[in-house]
């Protein structure tokens, strides 16, 4: 019960995020709707005739707006100015479905016109049929149909409609696509990164498909996850993921990766779409949207002044990947006209040997011999599972944050379902306040000589505790080898949970 009302409670902390983000968004849409009325009342060059159908009170309203010289704030038609000959440049051309909102999560699936076979059928059946009938009550999946050609779009909306006819009228499933209007002249792309004119063309175009159905996404769930039209998922997928976000409620993080490819899988929190398709709309006859991704991390949390490592670390807690894959990438035949891809996703059939957790950034290090490419590294990111050759006394495992942490518990397990023997014993948890004060509730607690406190030991294969506040902030943890051990050393997870906030 305590969990699932933790649950309950983390969702509606999202909903309250939620609410608050939409408020803003109307606070923007009346701005919008004052900036009209300026321009209105400055086309009347002050007539008289022009006010008078309106109140007193009005008027004088409309005034202060007319003569007041505000900054004039950048916005999307800066980027995209051609948007503004056409008034239905940002409404969908066709729109299908019943409006569902509220819902925990949105699926986004761009489609268009495909010279050799199209996997879209495939895809929603693989999607819609892995869910319960209470999820098909809390999600919806958008299929954007990213062609002008309206005869094609009314063949493909025809088509579902024969084939998802119960999705569409249960608000389960809804298709869109954008007017010709909201595309801008592709024809003349600079040509950058050694891509083909028809590359640029194609990955300029699919930025603005992303961003069109990301606005169209933003006010209808909680999540958005970001996948394509030519995949399948596993059983259980919405749950699991659904289940991973609520788990990092209390984390800053901005990506949810659920495959490793491309953009397939990738979970938003719905926020955060507006900042990430005004990052697209300004950049996106540039680069790629998995460059322009990686850029917008880099901008949040990468100090120029440090390294790559540093910022690589710093990155990992915004954008967190699951594993094994819950989507895999059965499509041949690409978008780009010519182009063969025999992208898989080889983590969507493997077991799960290590448990993923949030960690601080950390600069992580080892007097342990690692085996096999299994490295520290990939294990406190939760990529991977950590092996070591026979531990021997006065090796260490060592994390040193990168800034120092208020620690509430700590949790390091060893040994796997493959080789449960690989565990670690005769290990001490040792921890390096910021500040070495004396404090009295320090006495109780082993200190070494290089001033670190010794707060657990491996016990059947697992260390686990919590930090008493004295201690924090912590600078560093470290794992501490006390005798030679008589097996190799595996460990699947590693836990060091922050206090929230």
């Known amino acids: 019960k305590l969990v699932a009302y933790q649950r309950e409670f983390h969702a509606l902390r999202e909903r309250l995020r939620v609410a608050e983000h939409r408020t803003l968004q109307r606070s923007s849409e009346l701005n919008n709707i004052l900036e009209q009325f300026r321009r209105a009342i400055a086309e009347t060059n002050g007539s008289k005739d022009a006010l008078t159908n309106f109140s007193d009170e009005t008027q004088k309203l409309l005034k202060e707006l007319a003569y007041r010289k505000p900054l004039q704030v950048p916005n999307i038609y800066h980027h995209l100015p051609h948007l503004l000959n056409n008034e239905g440049s940002l409404h969908p051309a066709v729109q299908v ?18 010279k050799v076979k199209s996997y879209l059928s495939e ?13 098909k009550l809390d999600c919806v999946i958008v299929v954007f149909i990213g062609e002008t050609d309206i005869d094609y779009v009314h063949s493909v909306v025809s088509s579902l409609e024969k084939e998802f006819s119960t999705e569409l009228n249960s608000g389960l499933l809804e298709v869109i696509s954008p007017p010709a209007s909201y595309y801008p002249d592709l024809n003349n792309l600079k040509e950058t990164f050694g891509d083909s004119k028809e590359r640029v063309k194609w990955r300029t175009k699919q930025n603005l498909d992303y961003s069109f159905l990301m606005m169209y996404a933003v006010s209808k769930g909680v999540y958005y996850v ?3 039209d030519d995949i399948v998922a596993k059983p259980n997928y919405f749950a699991t993921m659904k289940n991973f976000a609520l788990q990092l409620a209390s984390e800053d993080w901005m990506i949810l990766e659920f495959s490793q490819l491309g953009f397939i899988g990738k979970m938003f929190q719905a926020p955060d779409l507006n900042l990430i398709v005004e990052f697209i709309f300004m950049f996106y006859k540039e680069k790629p949207i998995d460059w322009l991704l990686d850029h917008i991390l880099w901008v949040k949390v990468c100090n120029p002044e440090k390294d790559a490592k540093h910022c690589e670390r710093q990155k990992s807690s915004l954008r967190i990947r699951f594993r094994p894959s819950l989507f895999q990438h059965v499509g ?9 891809q025999k992208l898989t996703d080889k983590d969507f059939l493997k077991p799960l040997l290590h448990k993923i957790h949030v960690n601080p950034p950390a600069e992580v290090s080892t007097s342990l011999k690692v085996y096999q490419g299994h ?20 090796d260490y495992v060592l994390f040193k944050f990168d800034r120092p942490v208020s620690i509430e518990k700590f949790l390091f397990r060893s040994g796997n379902q493959e080789h449960p023997g690989d565990k670690i014993e005769n290990t001490t948890v040792e921890i390096l306040p910021f500040s070495d004060t004396a404090l009295k509730t320090k006495e109780k607690y082993k200190r070494t000589e290089d001033h670190f406190y010794r707060l657990a030991e491996f016990e059947k294969g697992v260390a686990e505790g919590t930090v ?15 005798k030679d051990s008589a097996v190799w050393a595996i460990i699947s997870e590693i836990h060091i949970k922050r206090f929230a906030g």
């Open 97 to 114: 479905g019943q409006g569902r909102t509220g819902v925990s999560m949105v699926m986004g699936i761009p489609t268009v016109k495909r």
């Open 123 to 135: 895809t929603l059946h693989s999607l819609i049929d892995k869910l319960s009938p209470e999820e």
């Open 226 to 228: 970001q996948l394509e």
């Open 332 to 340: 041949l035949h690409s978008s780009l006209a010519g182009k063969i």
């Open 375 to 394: 490295t520290l590294e990939k294990t406190y990111m939760g990529e991977d599972f950590f092996w070591a050759i026979t531990p021997m006394a006065g």
């Open 468 to 482: 008493d506040p004295a201690f924090n902030p912590v600078a560093a943890v470290r794992l501490s080898v006390l």
